[in-house]
């Protein structure tokens, strides 16, 4: 797992089976570290470099849950824009794997034309 990019994961703490990324993230060639909100800044500091931070909101959040996870992206794109470490939202694993999946492309591909 050492060798593996690592995918941090923050969500509400309520995760059901069929929403979990992980499973995913691993057939995508990453390791994932799914934690609550509330832990989600002393977890990134473990973490030295994370491929990318997705931040899965729940399908059916309130407006202050929502609000909370926003300011969250806003917050974290500004603190990892030097190292260009992508933030995602969703709602959904799919599509949480399809956007990272997109992301990490468009960098790669960026980089090479440097």
Known sequence: MNGMQKVLVVDNGERAPDSAL???LAGMGYASVTTPFEAADDVLA???SPAAVVLQMPRHANWTE???FLELATRLRKTL???HTPVIITGEASGA???LQNELSAQVVAAAEL
Do not use: Y
């Open 66 to 68: 929502r609000k909370r």
């Open 81 to 83: 824009a030097a190292s």
């Open 97 to 99: 794997a399809t956007m």
């Open 46 to 48: 473990l973490i030295p």
């Open 22 to 24: 992980s499973a995913e």
